[in-house]
C-alpha cells in the first residue's frame, strides 16, 4: 500500500498507464542488488532510486579517487579518499529517503556472493571488469536471479537483459576475458548505458514494455547510432548450457 | 561479391579513419583476408599467430552472431558484416 506522501513522490509516474499504482506498488516491494557504484552504478542508482525500488544494495570495495570524477556522479569532491557505497548511500538516501539503501564495502567474490545477494530479486551488473561480471553472471544463473548487464569503453557502450533458464547469458556472449586496463571513458557515455540499465529493471518489475533479452544493444555515441546484435544461447555455454530452458 | 564491414571504432585508426570497409568473399573468413590484404595493421588486432580469431574479437552477419561457425560462415553479396570487441568498462 503506498502512503499518501509516495503517492505526491510518484505522481507522474503513477500517471503512466503502463506503470499506475499498482507497478509502483511493485516497484515498492522490489529489492535490487547494485554490483559496482562507479560510472554506471551511479545512474543507475539514481534512477532507481527516485523511481522508488523498495530496497537496494550497493556492493563495491573502492574508494573515491578524483580521476572517477569525470562519470561517477555520486560522488563529489569532497568525498575524494571515502568509501564508494558511503558516498553514494548519503546522496541517495538524500534523494528519496522512502527507499531503503544498503551500503556493503567489499570485494565482490566467488565465496561471498551468495550471501551478498541473499534477498534480492535482481542484479545490475556494473562493473569494471570482465572476471566479475561473469561471477555476478553465473550467481544470477544458479540463483534464478534476472541480470542487467552494461559496460563501456570511451564513447561506446553495451547493454543487455537475461532472464536464467530463458534466453542468452553474458557467457554465451562472451567466452573469454581481457586484460585489465585504465580504460578511456568520458561520462556521458556510463550516463546513458546505467539509465538503460534502470529502465530494463523497471520494466522487468512492472511487467511492461520489450527488453533487451536475446539481444546485445550497442551505442555508438561518436556516431549517435543504436545497433541490436541479435544473440542466442550457445549450447556449449560453461554458464547455462546445463541448465534447462523455459519458456 | 560486395560485403561491407562496420569496424569497431577502437580498430578505426588501422583504416584510414573509416567506419566501413567493402571487401569480397565468400565466408567471414574470406572477407576478414581481404580486409587484411587492404589494411594489413589490423591483422594482429584480429587474429593470432596461428591465424586464429583473437577471442575478443565478435564477428555479426547482419547483425546476428557468426558464432559458433565464426571464419566458416557463408556470407552473401550485400551482407553486412560487424567487427566488435569484447568491453567491460564501468
Redesign the interface.
Known sequence: MLTVDELERYDRQIMLREIGEAGQEKLKRASVFIA?I????SPAAIYLTVAGIGRIRLVDHDRVDRSNLNRQVLHWDNDIGRSKVKSATEKLKRLNPEVEIEAIEQTITEANLAELLTGFDLIVD?????PT?YLLNKAALDNNIPFFH?????????AMTIIPHKTACLRC????V?PEEK?P?IGVT?AVIGCIQATEVIKYIVGIGELLTNKLL?Y?A??MEF??????K?P?CEHCSHMKTTG | MSITVNIH??LRHLINNQ?TAEVSGTTVGECLADLVRQFPCIETKLFNKKGKLL??V?I?VN???S??EELAKPVMDGDKL?I?L?????
Open positions: 559496482g562507479g560510472g554506471l552504478g556494473a562493473m569494471d571488469n570482465l561480471r552494461g559496460a563501456i569503453y570511451g564513447f561506446e557502450g553495451r556472449v562472451y567466452r573469454g581481457i580504460f571513458v556510463p550497442n555508438d561518436l556516431n545497433t541490436e546484435f541479435n544473440v542466442k550457445d556449449h | 571504432q577502437a567506419a577471442h575478443y565478435d555479426y547483425l546476428e552472431s558464432y559458433p560487424s566488435t569484447m568491453i567491460a568498462g564501468g
